[in-house]
C-alpha cells in the first residue's frame, strides 16, 4: 500500500517538474540569449532599490556594460546592505520583499545572512526541479521507493531580525516546489507512522528509524563521510540497533551480510539505488571508500548549491555539472588571469579553472562565491564544471561544495 502511495507521489510529482525542465533545456540550448534575458529581468525588477540607484543600474543595457557599470561584490561589501534590511527597511536590495534571512555555513570566519525573496526561490527552483526530475528518469527503480534527505548543511538558526524578517528555516523546502517538497517530506525513511514517532534525538536513534525503511533507495547526503559514519555507528552497535526491528527484517540484513561477507549499505537497504553527495575536489578520497562501502550503488557528485544560489545542476551521466543559466546571471573569473573581465557563460573555455560570480533574484549582484571550478567540456552550448576547492584565503559563503 505505501509503495502504491508512493508511487502515486512520483508520477504527480514527475509530471509538475517536466514545464520547469522543458524550460531548462531550452536554456541550456541558447546560454547566451538566456542569461541576456535574465539580466534585463534582474535590472527591469531592482533598478528603483537604494542599491540599484547607487550603482546606476538604469545605465545598463548589456552584459558588458553591466560588468562595466556595477563592482564586483563580496560577503563583506553587501554586509552593510543587508544589516538595513534586517532592520527593517525596504527595497534595498530588491523590489520584491524578503521573506527570510537564511544563514551561511561557511567552515570559517562568522555565519553571514542571505536576503530570500520569492524570485530567489523559484530561481532555485528552476535548477532543482530539472535535477530532481533527471534522477527518477535515469534511475526508474527508485519510483516507490522511500529516500533521505540531509537537506541541507547550514546551521539551523530561528529567530527574527530587529526588523521582523524571520531568521533561518527549519528544512529545505526552499530549495524546492510545494509537490516536491511535500514529496520529499512523505517519502523520507522514517517509521510507518512518522506523523506521530518523535523526532530522533541522537545518531543512533536516526540509524534505528532509517533501518526500518526497507525499501530506502535514495541518500541525498553532503559529505560522502555522512553515510560512512552512519554505516560504523550501525556496526558498532549492530546487536542494539537491529533489537528494534521486526523478526523479518532482521534475518533479511543477517542474511545480506552473510553474502556480502561484510557489512555494507546495500545490505542494510536493498533497494538502495542513488547516493547524492560530494565526490570532487576534497571530497574525491570519501567518495572512493563510500563506492566500496556501497557495491552497485550508482554516487552522483552534487552541483554546486550555495546558499547565496545555485551555479551547476548534475544532470547526466557525464563529466561535471552543467551551468545553472536559467536561475541567475552567472560570470566566471578566470583563475589564470583573475584581473580580466570576467567570462560570460558563452565565453568560458574548455580546460579552464574559474571562480563563479552570481548576480540573482535575492539581491546579491556580481557576488563573488570563492569556490573554484574547472570546465571539462560543453553540452548543448553550455559549460560543464567540476568543483575543485576553495580559494585560498576566501571568505567561505558555504562550506566545501554546498550543493545539490
Not at 517519502?187 to 532509517?210: G, Y
Not at 533479511?252 to 570532487?280: K, V
Request: proline residues 8%; charged residues 20%.
Amino acid at each position: 500500500m505505501a509503495n502504491l502511495f508512493a508511487r502515486g507521489v512520483h508520477a504527480a510529482w514527475l509530471a509538475s517538474l517536466r514545464r520547469p525542465t522543458n524550460r531548462f533545456l531550452a536554456a541550456i540550448r541558447a546560454p547566451e540569449a538566456t542569461q541576456a534575458r535574465k539580466l534585463h529581468a534582474l535590472l527591469a525588477r531592482n533598478s528603483d532599490t537604494a542599491y540599484g540607484r547607487e550603482h546606476s543600474f538604469h545605465r545598463v543595457a548589456t552584459p558588458e556594460q553591466w560588468q562595466s557599470v556595477v563592482p564586483l561584490s563580496s560577503p563583506e561589501s553587501v554586509s552593510p546592505w543587508v544589516e538595513r534590511i534586517a532592520a527593517g527597511e525596504s527595497k534595498v536590495l530588491t523590489r520584491d520583499p524578503v521573506l527570510t534571512l537564511e544563514p551561511t555555513a561557511g567552515t570559517s570566519g562568522s555565519s553571514r545572512l542571505v536576503p530570500y525573496t520569492q524570485g530567489l526561490v523559484d530561481d532555485l527552483m528552476a535548477a532543482t526541479g530539472p535535477w530532481l526530475f533527471e534522477i527518477y528518469h535515469q534511475w526508474p527503480q527508485l519510483l516507490g521507493t522511500r529516500s533521505y534527505w540531509s537537506a541541507s548543511n547550514a546551521p539551523r538558526t530561528s529567530g527574527k531580525s530587529p526588523g521582523g524578517i524571520p531568521i533561518g528555516t527549519q528544512d529545505d523546502s526552499a530549495y524546492f516546489g510545494p509537490l516536491e517538497g511535500w514529496a520529499n517530506a512523505r517519502l523520507t525513511a522514517a517509521t510507518p507512522d512518522e506523523d506521530s514517532a518523535p523526532t530522533p534525538r541522537t545518531p543512533l536513534e536516526r540509524a534505528q528509524r532509517l533501518l526500518q525503511a526497507d525499501d530506502l533507495g535514495f541518500f541525498s547526503v553532503w559529505s560522502p563521510e555522512a553515510l560512512l559514519e552512519l554505516l560504523s555507528l550501525i556496526e558498532a552497535n549492530f546487536d542494539e540497533v537491529l533489537a528494534t526491528l521486526n523478526p523479518a527484517r532482521i534475518t533479511n540484513i543477517q542474511g545480506a551480510i552473510q553474502s556480502a561477507g561484510r557489512l555494507t549499505l546495500p545490505a542494510l537497504w536493498p533497494a538502495l539505488t542513488l547516493i547524492s553527495c560530494w565526490g570532487e575536489g576534497t571530497s574525491k578520497e570519501a567518495r572512493t571508500r563510500l563506492e566500496k562501502a556501497a557495491p552497485g550503488v550508482a554516487i552522483q557528485p552534487k552541483g554546486l548549491l550555495a546558499t547565496e544560489g545555485v551555479v551547476t545542476v548534475p544532470m547526466g551521466q557525464v563529466e561535471g555539472s552543467l551551468a545553472a543559466v536559467g536561475s541567475h546571471f552567472l560570470e566566471f573569473i578566470n583563475l589564470d588571469t583573475p584581473n580580466a573581465r570576467p567570462a560570460l557563460v558563452h565565453e568560458v573555455q574548455k580546460d579552464a579553472s574559474y571562480s563563479p560570480v552570481l548576480s540573482t533574484s535575492g539581491g546579491l549582484f556580481r557576488y563573488k562565491l570563492g569556490d573554484i571550478i574547472h570546465c571539462v567540456g560543453h553540452s548543448a552550448g553550455t559549460p560543464r564544471f567540476v568543483f575543485k576547492g576553495r580559494l585560498a584565503k576566501a571568505t567561505p559563503s558555504s562550506e566545501a561544495p554546498s550543493c545539490i
